[in-house]
Nanobody
Framework: QVQPVESGGGSVQTGGSLTLSCVGRKYTDGHYCLGWFRQAPGKEREGVAIIVAGGAASYYADSVKGRFLISQDNFKNTLYLKMINLQPEDSANYSC?????????????????????WGQGTRVTVSS
């Protein structure tokens, strides 16, 4: 049985919380950007949060600042996205990916086309 790359999605009510996980290979140096992206039906994929591999978070979308937290566990080769106070507009398919820092730049607005996505994503549905 193939294990999904991303997990942790689900259905919650407004104000609820979820923590997403994404298993990948080990990235420990600052030469890579690791990120969470989301895509709602009929909308473009957008960057939610980016972290410098082995370092600190470098970008959060304005709409999630103060509510989402990206982190990395190098021992487990896992990327996390902790989400609190979820809103209906957060409903989307969330996916994780990586990009070489020289190509994507870990700071500033992330461009999805510059990232390699690891899996099919995990769906988050927030009901009002």
């Amino acid at each position: 049985q193939v294990q999904p790359v991303e997990s942790g999605g689900g259905s919650v009510q407004t104000g609820g919380s979820l923590t997403l996980s994404c298993v990948g290979r080990k990235y420990t140096d600052g030469h890579y950007c690791l990120g969470w992206f989301r895509q709602a039906p009929g909308k473009e994929r957008e960057g939610v949060a980016i972290i410098v591999a082995g370092g600190a978070a470098s970008y959060y979308a304005d709409s999630v600042k103060g509510r989402f937290l990206i982190s990395q566990d190098n021992f487990k080769n896992t990327l996390y996205l902790k989400m609190i106070n979820l809103q209906p507009e957060d409903s989307a398919n969330y996916s994780c990916g990586s990009a070489e820092e020289w190509r994507a730049g870990c700071f500033g607005f992330p461009r999805p086309e510059r990232y390699n996505f690891w899996g099919q994503g995990t769906r988050v549905t927030v009901s009002s």
